[in-house]
């Protein structure tokens, strides 16, 4: 994470920790975020297959309450693959 502060979990409870490593056990699963203050929150998740292959997802949020006909538009995040 560099702007904001924040936690992420899994969705079995599991609480991430900054820069540190996670088995994921099933091919598909739910990161849920939770800002901890009104400010941008930014930050990087990168999974990786047991083939070496790496892909990053950037997540930008903006905690800021705006409401358009009672919808609210959020982007979730960019993701591409790294480069070796």
């Known amino acids: 994470q560099f ?4 936690s992420l979990k899994m969705d079995n409870g599991i609480t991430f920790l900054p820069n540190d490593r ?7 699963f739910r990161l849920y975020y939770t800002a901890e203050g009104d400010e941008a929150h930014n ?3 990168v ?8 892909y990053e997802l950037e997540f930008d949020f903006n905690n800021r309450n705006i ?4 919808l609210t538009a959020i982007s979730i995040g960019n993701f591409r693959p790294l480069l070796k």
């Open 47 to 54: 999974v990786e297959d047991n083939f070496k292959n790496s």
């Open 43 to 45: 930050f990087i998740v």
């Open 3 to 6: 702007e904001g502060e924040g």
């Open 67 to 70: 409401k358009d006909d009672g």
């Open 22 to 28: 996670y088995l994921l056990e099933n091919e598909k």
